[in-house]
Structure formats: structure tokens, C-alpha cells
């Protein structure tokens, strides 16, 4: 028995030093695109010129970053982006709960074609032009509802609600409605305080996926005052890559750059940069919400 139980301990112990240098391999792996673009955006312009940047930078100048917030525009476009976010996160959250909560109840009649309707949607799309008529036709366009509405509710999001909802008990919703509570206190009293670990881990994709949108601003806004950061972003990636072509650089951008001798490479990177810090800075925050919602949200039924 000794020999055994010595024997599963070894193999413990092998497993467990593989599985450890494996996942930090596969994490260097997966940080090292992220530390590189750093250590560009930290590059001199003069010395980087005919080199690569391996990992650390070569020489080290703030340049890039002296060139951005030069454009005093792009703290719009943060500000923009911000409240597309946030309130972004707030409806999308607010939408998706109260539709995924009346799924949950036994009595409520058509939910099940709600349902299949709900998962027709993540297999068929109604397409880019009936989408901009429907904006259009609710007179959205050039408005922050062009860019929360069209994504605020998801068919995975509105599943991953649903099976959390039925982890929790019937006999909590009953109880309340025998003391006199209607669904929608029922709802926000005590079924939304029960699923806080499932709330961030959703609020996590949800932010992140509108801070990262580009396409819905470039279909249905028209104010460059309305822009978000992804916008700028691009606007940064073309410039430099008309740059780099030794195109006309007569864009105001461009004559940024000579301001600061920049270069292209480094501006590059240093807006990449710029526009992932926010949600490097929410993540930890959230991270210990992430693991528990995502296994009751997928695995309770």
C-alpha cells in the first residue's frame, strides 16, 4: 500500500510540475504580443530605424504618446467610449435579465417559442442593410442608441442567465410572492443579488465588447464628435500605414508626428496600447467573478 500511495504521489507530482511549466509556456505565449507592442510604444524613432523590437525597447523615448495627447481629441473620444460602455453594459444587463427571468417560470405561456426564437438569432442574421434601415427608420442614427441597442441583448448571454436563474430555488420566488412581491420585485430583490458572480462575468464580455466596437460607428455615425476610441484607433492604423508608403502625409496627424519625430512603428503600437488599458485595468477587478459565473451559468439547468 505504501509503495502505491508513493507511486500516485510521484505521478501527482510529475503531473503537476508539467501542468505548471505548460500553463506558464502557454501564458508567455499569449503575453508576449501584448509586451512587445509595449516595448515598441516605448521605442526611440531614430534608433529604431532598420531594427526590431524583440521585447524590451530599443533605446526608450515617450514620443508616441507625446504625439497623441498633443490631439486633445482623442480625450473625446475616450469620453465617447466610455459612456458607450458603461451604459452600454447597464442595458444590455437590464435587457437581457428581464428577459431571460420570465424563461425561468413554469407558468409563463410562449416561452418556448421565445426560446427558439432566441437561438434562431444566434445562427441567422438579419443582415447589414435591413439593420441600418431599422436605425434609420427609428430615427437612431447619429444618437449613442445607434450603438447600445443593436448589440444590448445576446442569445448566449440570455442562456447563461437562464440556467443561473434555475440554480437558484422555486420555494425563494414563492415565498415572496405569498408576502405580496411581483415579479419585477421578485426579480431586482432577490434573484439579480443571488447571481452577482454571473452579473460581472457577463458586464466582463459586454464592456469589453463595446469598448472594442468600430464597425457600428462607422455604419451609423455621422459626428466626428460622436466617434469612439476604436474609431481614432483605426484612423492612427491607416495614416501610418499611408505613412510607411511614403504616401502624402499632408493629414494633420501626420504633421503631429514631424511635431514630435515619431515614428510610424511606434505610433502604432502606442496607440494599441492606448486603447487596451481600460479593460486591463477592469479585469482584475472582476476576475474573481469570471471562474464561478461561468461554471453555474453553463453547467446549472
Not at 499569449?30 to 524590451?56: D, H, Q
Not at 460607428?217 to 484612423?235: E, G, N, V
Request: contains cysteine; charged residues 15%; aromatic residues 12%.
Amino acid at each position: 500500500m505504501k509503495i502505491l500511495s508513493a507511486r500516485r504521489k510521484k505521478r501527482h507530482s510529475l503531473f503537476d510540475i508539467f501542468n505548471v511549466l505548460f500553463m506558464t509556456l502557454l501564458s508567455l505565449i499569449f503575453l508576449y504580443p501584448l509586451l512587445m507592442t509595449l516595448g515598441l510604444s516605448f521605442s526611440s524613432a531614430k534608433e529604431l530605424v532598420g531594427k526590431s523590437v524583440i521585447l524590451f525597447p530599443v533605446g526608450f523615448s515617450t514620443q508616441s504618446y507625446v504625439a497623441f495627447l498633443t490631439d486633445t481629441a482623442i480625450f473625446r473620444y475616450y469620453v465617447n467610449t466610455i459612456v458607450y460602455a458603461i451604459s452600454g453594459t447597464f442595458v444590455s444587463l437590464l435587457f437581457t435579465s428581464l428577459l431571460a427571468y420570465p424563461l425561468t417560470i413554469s407558468e409563463f405561456i410562449g416561452k418556448k417559442l421565445i426560446t427558439i426564437l432566441l437561438l434562431i438569432t444566434m445562427f441567422f442574421g438579419g443582415g447589414l442593410i435591413p439593420s441600418y434601415l431599422n436605425i434609420r427608420n427609428l430615427h437612431m442614427l447619429n444618437t449613442i442608441w445607434a450603438m447600445i441597442l443593436p448589440g444590448c441583448i445576446s442569445a448566449w448571454n440570455t442562456i447563461m442567465f437562464v440556467n443561473f436563474f434555475h440554480s437558484i430555488p422555486d420555494s425563494l420566488r414563492e415565498s415572496a410572492t405569498i408576502d405580496g412581491a411581483n415579479h419585477f420585485r421578485v426579480l431586482f430583490s432577490i434573484i439579480l443579488p443571488l447571481s452577482k458572480a454571473l452579473l460581472a462575468t457577463i458586464a466582463l464580455f459586454t464592456i469589453v465588447g463595446f469598448w472594442n466596437d468600430y464597425f457600428n460607428a462607422l455604419i451609423y455615425l455621422d459626428s466626428t464628435s460622436k466617434m469612439p476610441i476604436q474609431i481614432f484607433l483605426r484612423k492612427i492604423l491607416v495614416n501610418m500605414e499611408i505613412a510607411e508608403g511614403n504616401a502624402n502625409q499632408g493629414d494633420e496627424m501626420m504633421r503631429l508626428l514631424d511635431m514630435v519625430n515619431a515614428n510610424p512603428r511606434t505610433v502604432k503600437a502606442a496607440a494599441t496600447i492606448i486603447t487596451i488599458i481600460p479593460v486591463l485595468c477592469v479585469y482584475p477587478f472582476l476576475q474573481k467573478y469570471f471562474t464561478k459565473g461561468m461554471m453555474i451559468g453553463a453547467v446549472k439547468a
